[in-house]
């Protein structure tokens, strides 16, 4: 028996429209809804939190409006029929005071999640009901965003890597954070938010990864072609393993000087992980300072350029410098006054304006 073909779109495109729903399903368990890290775990929390109090309206409203509609229908005679209807108090209030709960709710959460998680804040604990060891010293990277890539530099391990990132397991992380050439986005979903890499700024975050695996991050902000291979590895290990890691980055990895530095900062994509080793002392402080290149002079100085120098002799302070027991105040000098008045400041008389009279134009109505 041959399926009617009347019916046969219809099917078609319900199971066409089924496709999506496992890709769907699949994103539920994304590094987003299932992170590794403390700081994530919270964030997705109030995820759930603000969602779970919009549909504190969203599903009452859908649900009355099927209920409305079905029970005012024109068919239903015995349906109340109030054409003068016009006030209600209790379902104003009804209407009025639950949004306004929800959205009190929603700004008390946003208050509080924004001041504990804050990325420049260091973490009170590595999860819930275990609180930071104060004897456990952050483990400290800098982070370098490229074009199109990540470089991270390990100061204490005396390693630097590109597109690969490796962390103890429970073991607070501070990240300094800065770019060579165009703002990006450090983005690791399953350690904690996006954070701006800005050149010639430094942003912080302080997070920790709380399970091992092999994670993904990215850069979550475009930055030009390269921008979709902007990718890094994320790694959580044990200590025992992040040492093996750290002596197998070592083995063979050639140092990381300005020349090395300077020839990484060359556009590229699709750059695989790279190691380095003897990363200079200074290096994260001239990219921050945009000073890498020799002879280049950095931010710093030029921003403090003077600061601390005495006075030139006989140079008169600025009026600015001056605190107010010492300014005096003075006549205003451009108050406009008319030619031949004797006046103390010379050229400020210029103010005045003395247009002499435009010759009458034929045809333009002077008698």
């Known amino acids: 028996m041959r399926e009617d073909s009347t019916l046969a779109t219809p099917r078609r495109l319900f199971r066409w429209a089924l496709l999506p729903l496992p890709a769907l399903l699949a994103g ?14 919270q ?66 959460l946003t208050w509080w999640s924004t001041h504990l998680l804050d990325p420049f804040r260091p973490l009170d604990r590595i999860a819930a009901g275990r609180p930071v060891d104060p004897k ?13 890539k990540w470089l991270f530099i390990y100061p204490e391990q005396g ?11 429970d073991r607070p992380v501070h990240f300094d954070i800065t770019s060579s050439n165009m703002m990006n986005t450090f983005y690791a979903p399953t350690l904690a938010g996006m954070i701006y890499a800005m050149p010639g700024m430094r942003s912080q975050l302080h997070a920790v990864l709380n399970k091992p695996g092999e994670f993904q991050g990215m850069s979550a902000n475009y930055s ?11 790694k959580g290990m ?10 197998q980055a070592k083995a063979g990895a050639k140092p990381l000087d300005t020349n090395a530095y300077l020839a990484l900062e060359k556009p590229s994509e699709k750059v695989p992980v790279m190691h380095f080793t003897a990363a200079e002392a200074d290096l994260f402080n001239r990219v921050l300072n945009r000073c890498v290149a020799p002879g280049t002079p950095c931010m710093s100085d030029q921003m403090n ?31 406009p006054t008319a030619p031949g008045t004797p006046d103390a400041h010379g050229n400020h008389t210029m103010s005045y304006l003395n247009r002499p009279a435009l010759p009458a134009r034929a045809g333009n109505g002077a008698a």
């Open 43 to 108: 964030q997705r929390d109030i995820i759930f939190i603000s969602t779970a109090l919009m549909l504190l309206i969203i599903v009452p409203v859908l649900i009355l409006i099927v209920i409305f509609a079905w029970r005012y229908r024109a068919s239903n005679k015995d349906a109340t029929y109030d054409p003068d209807f016009d006030h209600s108090t209790a379902l104003e209030l009804v209407i009025w005071s639950a949004p306004l709960l929800i959205i009190i709710a929603l700004g008390a």
């Open 305 to 335: 350029h003077g600061e601390g120098t005495p006075p030139v002799a006989g140079k008169p302070e600025g009026h600015m410098m001056k605190g107010g027991e010492d300014k005096q105040p003075v006549p205003n000098g451009f108050r």
């Open 136 to 148: 456990v010293k952050p483990l400290n990277i800098q982070v370098v965003s490229l074009d199109w």
């Open 224 to 234: 030009g072609a390269g921008f979709s291979d902007m990718r890094f590895t994320l």
């Open 238 to 247: 044990d200590q025992a393993g992040f040492d093996a890691w750290v002596a």
């Open 159 to 169: 390693i630097a890597t590109v597109n690969e990132l490796a962390l103890p397991v």
């Open 28 to 41: 539920c368990a994304s590094e987003v809804l299932n992170p590794a890290g403390d700081v994530a775990l």
